[in-house]
């Protein structure tokens, strides 16, 4: 796999039915091992090991109502008393970041009203603050570390 724009970690991986799978340790099992996969399992230790936020605030892969639409987010971390805190999208590191990226995670966050917004592909990261009475998101130029 390519190297990505984060700090050095290291995960388990098997081969299955000749596949290769990395352990995630937030769900509690393998899975298949594709480029989005990879940044976004960086991006769970960036947050964990960088940012202090602690495994039991961190959510992958779920599902999420907008509207008629099913969809899933990549990762959300949530506040102690349950609130949506952050919203990461992720994407494979030769996906381009385009406004439609931020399109998507901008609706997903009409649902779950996160404070920050993070979108990566694993070499770009991009960091926005939300100002929910503009309207709009701020850019910053890292996510703030968890502080409870």
Known sequence: MQ????PAYSFRFK?????????????KKFVILTP???V???????????????????NVEK?????????RYDIVVFEPEGN??????????????????F??????NSTLKANFLMITNGIEHFFCKMDFEAETYIFLKDLPEFNR
């Not at 599902?63 to 969809?71: A, E, P, V, Y």
């Not at 952050?86 to 406004?99: S, Y």
């Open 103 to 108: 399109d998507q995670i901008a609706r997903y």
């Open 84 to 101: 949506v805190n952050l919203i990461v999208e992720c994407k494979a590191p030769k996906v381009k970041i385009t406004q439609h990226t």
């Open 15 to 27: 081969n299955n039915q000749n596949k290769i799978a990395i352990f995630d340790d937030l769900r």
């Open 40 to 58: 976004r399992q960086h991006c769970v230790q960036f947050l964990k090991n960088e940012k202090n936020y602690p495994k039991s605030l961190i």
């Open 63 to 71: 599902q999420l109502k907008l509207g008629d639409l099913t969809k």
């Open 3 to 6: 190297k990505l724009n984060f």
């Open 36 to 38: 989005e996969e990879w």
